[in-house]
């Protein structure tokens, strides 16, 4: 196994002493530092000889976030790889924290044992990811609902009727409902597809856009 020294910036003592005593137990890491800021940390990197080779990252921290301080961290310490340790799981801030330079995402809900398995993956050149997190990621590439699968099968038989040219009392009769519940369906697939017309619902229903 590669030897590893690990860095630690978490302002929860007891995260910190957790982390810093399960690492210590493991036989090829060594926890070469730990503090409660970014500004801390790099303080303490200018006079160092020997740099850590992983730091684990919390986001929320007094004064510089984690976010922010990625791009100062790596500046120190150009070959150090950032696994972000946090609460948060939007994907606005996971996508700022790799972009401004981590290589892994890890929520702090998962057992010590995971975050030691994300520490080796990475010591080995790999990168890593909670299983929450991946699943936020692969959601924001999943291709949004289109516009048909906000209509609910009634509201679809309308939108045919229509298309088809029928009149709304025509439509009310074949669904066997009252001409008003009729309006009313059309009244909320104009507001779901943001269309004012039926010029505009026949033209989407024609360029596959329901």
Known sequence: MNSIKLAIIEDDATIQESLCEFFGSQSNVTVSMAFYSVEDFLEAVVDLAEMPTILLLDINLPGISGVDGIPLIKKACPDLD???LTTFEETDIIFKALTN???SYIAKRVPLKKIGEAVQIVS???SYMSP???RN???YYIPKKTNERLLSD???DVVNGIVSGKSYKMIADELFVSLDTVRSHIKNIYKILEINSKAELIRKSFDNQL
Do not use: F, K, T
């Open 124 to 126: 080995e050149g790999g």
């Open 101 to 103: 330079g981590a290589c």
């Open 82 to 84: 950032i696994i972000m």
């Open 137 to 139: 990621l692969v959601n």
């Open 132 to 134: 929450s997190i991946a």
């Open 154 to 156: 009634r509201q679809m």
